[in-house]
């Protein structure tokens, strides 16, 4: 077991951070997860793909309370081959977030730095860091313009799309503008540390990887009242009179569109696990976007065709009352990259992503 890759995951009770893990132990990886509390220890513990990889030693946990000190992570980090670092601040976390996303990125990379066994550094993004906050709405030029039919005017968004860091925001502010410029921020800190003569020596590479809104089954979800509390959030509108206005610092009773940005949490799992495979995804620094249905992405309100197809019984019953809306914004993203040269096939659409996640909720407890 000694010759078995160690895999350091940090933020591993978290819904990428788990699901993650659970790849990379499934592809034959040794894990050390890094969470922050005893109790995220005993979460991770309960799920049910890991029971056996406990017993058997290949899963093992550390504790690091704060990930921004000066070598957070380095007993961590020890004897590690690959690091994918997956914690990061949400809109709802108190506190600076840009400072918390680069202090945590920092500490990573300070950890890599004085661990020789590790080779390769995996970042969770987000696409949020490569469009600034305006582009969310229906009024910026490029929306107007996909809007209309005038999408020729308007360049397609990659991996290697850069937005500068945005100026510091008030305390209260909102908390998805907060995540969104915490997004950009660490984008841009990496992207200027593989710009130094440090990095250029260095015995690792490094990968970051973008994904859009993450829909699937999250094994650590129980139930139905705690189901749409992270990404899945952009589905609950088959459930409950979703109103996503004051995400945006407007009034509940305004309908607003939505960038179409999904992606199934299969997609994910699987592109962070091949980022470790350094023969097959070369290079020293790799910027991926993950989104489906590209160019244009899906339209938000197909889903309610997918499930009256697909679970005609649930619905006539009341299961899904499909209560709500969610009209859509097209968007123009270039993914060709990733699924060329990471993912190895197209994303799942958005129809596969929707049939997966109303399974699962469906099937959690009241």
């Given amino acids: 077991m000694s010759n078995t890759p160690l895999l350091m995951v940090t933020g591993a009770n978290g819904f990428v951070g788990y699901t993650v893990l659970v790849g990379a132990l499934k592809a034959g990886y040794r894990v050390r997860a890094v969470v922050r509390r005893q109790a995220a220890i005993d979460t991770i513990s309960r799920g049910p793909s890991v029971q056996e990889r406990l017993s058997n030693g290949l899963l093992t946990f550390a504790l690091v309370l704060d990930n921004t000190i000066p070598g957070a992570y380095h007993d961590a980090a020890r004897a590690c081959s690959y690091i994918i670092h997956t914690a990061s601040p949400l809109g709802t976390t108190p506190g600076d977030l840009v400072s918390q996303a680069i202090g945590g990125c920092k500490a990573i990379l300070e950890a890599a730095e004085a661990t020789p066994s590790v080779k390769r550094v995996v970042f969770t993004g987000s696409n949020a860091s490569i469009r600034p906050w305006d582009r969310l709405f229906l009024e910026h030029p490029a929306n107007q313009a996909l809007m209309s039919g005038r999408g020729d005017e308007v360049p397609a968004l990659t991996a290697e799309t850069r937005v500068p860091t945005q100026p510091t925001l008030s305390e209260d502010a909102l908390g998805w503008h907060k995540y969104v410029n915490s997004k950009i921020a660490a984008a841009n800190f990496l992207r200027e540390y593989t710009t130094t003569d440090g990095f250029q020596s260095a015995h690792f590479s490094i990968v970051d990887i973008m994904p859009a ?25 088959l459930f409950v009179d979703l109103r996503m206005a004051p995400m945006m610092g407007l009034p509940s009773d305004k309908d607003i569109p939505w960038l179409p940005e999904t992606v199934h949490r299969d997609d994910v799992v699987e592109c962070h696990v091949k980022a470790l495979e350094i023969d097959k995804v070369p290079g020293r620094y790799r910027n991926f976007l993950l989104s489906s249905d590209t160019p244009t992405g899906p339209v938000f309100m197909d889903a309610i065709d997918t499930v ?4 005609p019984r649930e619905v006539a019953e009341g299961r899904i009352p499909l209560a709500g809306k969610l009209d859509t914004i097209p968007y123009k993203f270039d993914v060709t990259c990733t699924e060329n040269d990471l993912l190895g096939h197209p994303f799942r659409p958005y129809e596969q992503q929707v049939i997966d996640t109303v399974d699962w909720y469906l099937h959690l407890e009241d």
């Fill in 213 to 237: 809104w993450i829909l699937g089954p999250n094994e650590l979800v129980k139930s139905k009242q705690t189901a749409f509390n992270g990404s899945n959030l952009i589905l609950s509108w």
């Fill in 308 to 311: 009256r197809k697909n679970f």
